[in-house]
RNA sequence: GAUCUGUUCGUCUAAAGGCCAGGACCCGGGACUUUCAAUCCCGGAAUAUGGGUUCGAUUCCCAUACAGAUCACCA
């Protein structure tokens, strides 16, 4: 690489962040530490009807969370800000370079108002061609400064009329794209339209502003999602008259991410469907509807990064367990996918068990103390605490599993399985219990094996199988089925609180 | 409809002309065991179709089919 490598994430604050989009940050993100290069972002607030307060924030939020923060941006400028294109704007940036493109002939002025265009494109709609396109060839017919005369459009823009700048596009001539993914592409110019590049607000589209924010920001590398793959050849024809080709950032248009049952694009209501989240971190819109992120049920950032990023790459040596770092040092262009992927929950969860496995008691504390917290469990301080997080990491697939999984360590376990049991037991089961209780008062010392140990001798002394009486054990200690071993809990708890359990689950019972 | 992009097990993917198309998720079975997990073993399942090129095609070419994206003063 010829120069540091300067890589953007360009999102509008819309709404919540989704999953593809997550992942478009991701590989840029990759590709920019990869080659020691600077990732910046910038916020493509050009949309005044659809802009949503707070969205600024949670995307940074989203970017926190995940670890992929950039060198540049609103909240910590660099030296090539505004990185808000409404800010941008404020200072004439893009009117400056529309002003030009017009007095170079690339682009004119449209006076047509929003009813002259849906009138056009009523009437020229046929079922060969069901949306006709602002072009070459029905140009003529609107109000723009190329179908009237120069002085009526001097007279129109004098007065005042509201008025858009459109590209001038010929038709007849190739535009090619070199795609880091997809190789080569060409489009012809007959198909494409005059698209907006400045609205009658002021404000340029994301076509004028993506081409001119990338110059001056000396965007090096653009990737983005697949669906902007039509609009391409656009911006390649604005490189070429703004600022030359051999300037243009090289793009790569990443696979979609899709639903996982049927086609399509992944969308926020195939989650809700389905299920799942397909924001990053919960979303609460303007009309309070409340939307699950992937943080909020349970999964690990670096969980939820490793996933994402295999969706659509991997390194070829079939590994599939990656920590950033590791995907920094191994991500390359060259390996992703053409085709989309779709999203599959199951196989999400797959990594956030692997990742829990793999983390330590002593990381996952601050995470998962929150969560007991939130529900009215009270737990212990320090080591305690971790020694239950060790104990049951391997069976939380969600960080919230460990509140289910973990609850009855801190609390008594108010309502036992008594069902599950009750069948079986008996007065020689009664008495074995009697018998183990006094036997654990006496213990000399409190610690798994020798309870165990105790135990066993004492069931063959009784001639009860072991497993007959495990079970028994597990639910007045526990609760229900489930857990780590038996001994092991009844380690933690304590000879006091052991004790109390069984008696209490002894009392319940009758023979 | 037009333009563009895709297509290997149900899903994510490996094999960048050449060992029985490999791995992972998932599902089924087994082992272990004290429940549930974890772990280990075994099994299930794919190159969209048709033509070429080649000694040999998942891989290269063409056609067909299917799927997707886009076609706003939204990004």
Redesign the pocket.
């Known amino acids: 690489m010829s120069k540091k490598p300067r890589l953007r994430f360009?999102?509008?604050p819309?709404g919540g962040l989704h999953l593809g989009g997550v992942r478009t940050v991701l590989y840029n993100y990759l590709f920019a530490k990869r080659h020691g290069g600077t990732f910046v972002l910038r916020i493509?607030d050009?949309?005044q009807?659809?802009y949503v307060d707070g969205a600024e924030q949670y995307i940074l939020d989203c970017l926190q969370w995940c670890g992929l923060e950039p060198d540049e941006s609103p909240f910590n400028p660099g030296p090539y800000g505004p990185y808000r294109q409404s800010e941008r704007k404020e200072k004439g940036i893009y009117r400056e370079y529309a002003d030009r493109l017009v007095k170079e002939g690339h682009a004119y002025y449209a006076f047509?108002?929003?009813e002259q265009?849906e009138e056009m494109?009523s009437r020229y709609s046929t079922?060969?061609?069901?949306?006709p396109?602002?072009n070459h060839t029905l140009r003529g017919k609107m109000r723009n400064s190329l179908s009237l005369d120069a002085e009526e459009t001097a007279s129109l823009l004098a007065g005042g009329t509201?008025?858009?700048i459109r590209i001038r596009v010929d038709p007849g001539q190739e535009v090619c794209l070199n795609d880091m993914i997809?190789?080569e592409?060409?489009?012809?110019t007959s198909?494409l339209?005059d698209k907006?590049l400045l609205?009658?607000?002021g404000?340029?589209?994301?076509h004028l502003?993506v081409v001119v924010d990338d110059y001056l920001m000396e965007i090096t590398h653009a990737f983005r999602g697949?669906?902007?793959?039509?609009?391409a050849p656009v911006h390649v024809l604005l490189w070429k008259a703004l600022f030359g080709e051999q300037h243009m950032p090289k793009w790569a248009h990443l696979?979609?991410i899709?639903k996982?049952d049927?086609?399509?694009?992944l969308s926020k209501r195939d989650g809700d469907r389905l299920g799942f989240p397909v924001f990053a971190l919960n979303w609460t819109d303007p009309k309070g509807e409340l939307t699950k992120g992937f943080r909020e049920i349970g999964f690990l950032p670096g969980a939820f990064l490793n996933m994402l990023a295999?969706?659509?790459w991997?390194d070829?040596s079939?590994q599939?367990l990656f920590t950033l770092q590791e995907l920094i040092e191994k991500f390359s262009m060259e390996?992703v996918?053409?085709?989309?992927?779709?999203f599959?929950f199951?196989?999400a969860?797959?990594f956030n068990?692997e990742w829990i496995?793999w983390s330590t008691a002593d990381a996952l504390a601050p995470l998962v103390k929150p969560l007991f917290v939130e529900k009215g469990i009270a737990i212990p301080e320090g080591e305690r605490f971790t020694q239950v997080l060790g104990l049951i990491k391997?069976?939380c697939t969600l960080l919230t599993d460990f509140v289910q999984q973990g609850a009855f360590f801190f609390t008594f376990p108010a309502n036992p399985d008594l069902a599950s049991i009750q069948a079986k037991w008996n007065e020689a089961k009664q008495l074995f219990f009697a018998e183990l209780i006094r036997q654990y008062e006496l213990l000399p010392e409190w610690e798994a094996d020798r309870l165990?140990a105790d135990f066993k001798q004492m069931a063959a002394a009784a001639e009860i199988k072991?497993?007959d009486l495990?079970?028994p054990l597990?639910i007045m200690l526990v609760g229900g089925?489930?857990?780590?071993?038996?001994?092991a809990i009844a380690a933690w708890l304590g000879r006091q609180e052991t004790i109390h359990r069984i008696r209490h689950v002894m009392g319940l019972l009758r023979p």
């Open positions: 360009a999102p509008s819309t493509e050009t949309d009807a659809r047509d108002s929003p265009l494109r079922p060969e061609n069901p949306s396109q602002y509201p008025y858009v997809r190789g592409i060409r489009f012809s198909g339209d907006v609205k009658a607000d404000m340029p589209t994301y502003a697949e669906e902007w793959l039509p609009s696979p979609l899709l996982p049927g086609n399509g694009k295999m969706l659509g991997n070829g079939g599939e390996r996918h053409k085709g989309g992927a779709k599959d199951e196989k969860k797959w068990h496995k391997e069976r165990e072991p497993g495990l079970q597990r089925k489930y857990g780590p071993g038996v001994f």
